[in-house]
Every structure is written in C-alpha cells, then in structure tokens.
C-alpha cells in the first residue's frame, strides 16, 4: 500500500527560529512530491518536486527530495507567526490521478 | 478568475439524513477530484471524475456515497443515511487536463458535521 509519512506531528517553536519538517515516503511508482500548508481552510500549494537534489526556494521556504533515500525535507527561516498551520505533504503516483497524503505536521510559531 | 467554489462552507446533518456537497470546478476544467480529511489527519482521495464520467472510484466508501459530474453544473458528493463517522471536511480540486504535471488547487471545503 502506498504510504506517506510526516514528522513530527506537532512541533512548537519560537519566532525568529528554523524549522525542518519531514517527509518520507513508500509508493509503488513515484512520480513528484507536493508541499501543501493549511491554516483553517484549503491547503494552499506550496512546492512541486520531481527531481532529486534541486532545491525549489520561496521567500523563506525552501524544499529538496532525495529520491533515492525517498524524502522530503521543507524548512521555513526565520519563521513568523503567520507561519503556524499544518504542512502536508502528498506524493503524486505515476498513472493515477490521485495525490497520497501524509498525515501533516502542526506548527505553532510562539510570539 | 473564480478558484475552485464549494458549497455549502458548513453543513449539520442529523444521523440518517442526507448530505449533497457542490463543488464548481475552476472555469475551463473538466477535471474535478474529491478528498476527504477527518479531523487531525491528512487528505484521503475519494473519487476522480471528468465530465459525465466516473474514472477513479476507488477511494469511495462501497455503501452510501455517490458522486457525479454532469454536462452542466456543479460535481456533488452525495452521503445518504449520514453517520457520525461521516463528520469530517470535504475537499474539492479541480484541473483542465489529468493532474500529473501540474499541482492540484483545492477550494476551501465543506466542514459536514453529523449530530
């Protein structure tokens, strides 16, 4: 069974600090890794990664994929409050058209 | 340009009633997918429809749960005889062409609670 992973499931940490939030996955036929974040509504798409090594960055995020260890890690600098939601991370599988879930990491950004 | 629309925002429904959730697609997509996502986890696939056809079902419970996307008008998720295990947020997503190479774009979802 096609399977994705998240850690930590919860993580709290002060402004001005660095997160890593973790991705790991098992799918039979891989073929890109998406990086959601969800405050209190839809998740909003953050990163599309399908090739390994190649770090996609936005402002203060950036996310890489190891293809052959099989993750993904986001981190978010000098993160700010506005920063807490849950992240997801979902893997498309190559010839379904349906994203595989993880379970999602909460993040509270303490003023 | 409109994302993708759903509706209702919030839907309370007493055990054996049923739920309809719309869901309007971003214009010129033919392409809608259902998601569920119960409370502190992530995004299960439910169903994956083109207009006037079903193409992936395989996320969808065998009993009570239908859905359907016509020529005209919104994709609905129907849930007959509602339970409480029923309670969760319903995401829809949207795509002109199959979703492989481009990243789905959700709508903010219908929070279904069964008292």
């Known amino acids: 069974e096609d399977k994705v992973v998240q850690s930590p499931l919860s993580l709290v940490v002060h402004e001005g600090d660095t997160v890593t939030l973790n991705c790991s996955y098992e799918v039979t036929n891989f073929r890109s890794l998406l990086w959601y974040k969800q405050e209190k509504k839809a998740p909003t798409f953050l990163f599309m990664l399908t090739s390994s090594g190649i770090e996609k960055k936005s402002g203060r995020l950036s996310s890489i994929l190891d293809k052959k260890e099989l993750f993904s890690i986001l981190n978010i600098t000098a993160t700010q409050t506005g920063d807490s939601a849950i992240y997801l991370c979902?893997?498309?599988?190559?010839?379904?058209?349906?994203?595989?879930f993880g379970q999602g990491t909460r993040l509270t950004i303490n003023p | 340009n409109a994302g993708v629309m759903q509706n209702p925002r919030h839907l309370v429904r007493r055990r054996g009633q049923e739920a309809r959730l719309r869901c309007s697609p971003m214009?010129?997509?033919?392409?809608v997918y259902w998601y569920r996502q119960l409370p502190e986890e992530g995004l299960k696939f439910m169903v994956y429809l083109q207009k006037e056809n079903i193409i992936d079902e395989s996320g969808m419970p065998k009993e009570r749960f239908s859905a359907e996307f016509p020529k005209e008008g919104p994709s609905i998720l129907r849930i007959q005889q509602v339970v409480r295990g029923d309670s969760a947020a319903y995401f829809c997503?949207?795509?002109?062409?199959?979703?492989?190479?481009?990243?789905?774009?959700f709508g903010n979802g219908t929070r279904l609670t069964v008292t």
């Open positions: 997503a949207s795509s002109p062409i199959q979703s492989n190479n481009s990243p789905l774009h």
């Open positions: 979902a893997v498309v599988i190559q010839g379904a058209q349906k994203l595989v």
């Open positions: 214009k010129g997509h033919s392409h």
